[in-house]
């Protein structure tokens, strides 16, 4: 089959096991949850991985924000 406009999208969020034992967590991640923002901002201005994977395939690609912490980003969505 042929498909003229793909689209992939990534939602992201945090579960908050990967948090510090200080913070309420349980320590389980080798990055602290700040990380997870900045990935979903350059999955979003197309500089993580996956989008180099999506324009070769032709598809476009959209970081949806379903609970990342510490809230809504702080910046505009290019998307």
């Known amino acids: ?12 969020a945090d579960h ?6 200080r913070d309420g967590g349980e ?3 080798a990055y ?6 900045k990935v979903v901002e350059a999955l979003d201005r197309g500089l993580a991985g996956a989008c180099a ?4 395939g032709g598809a476009r690609l959209r970081a949806v924000d379903v ?3 510490p ?7 290019s998307g």
């Open 32 to 37: 602290p949850p700040s990380v997870t923002r």
């Open 1 to 12: 089959p042929r498909i003229d406009d793909a689209l992939c999208l990534v939602f992201a």
């Open 71 to 77: 809230g809504p980003a702080a910046y505009e969505w």
């Open 16 to 21: 908050g096991a990967a948090r510090d034992e």
């Open 27 to 29: 320590g389980c991640s």
């Open 53 to 56: 994977l999506a324009r070769r």
């Open 67 to 69: 609970g990342v912490s």
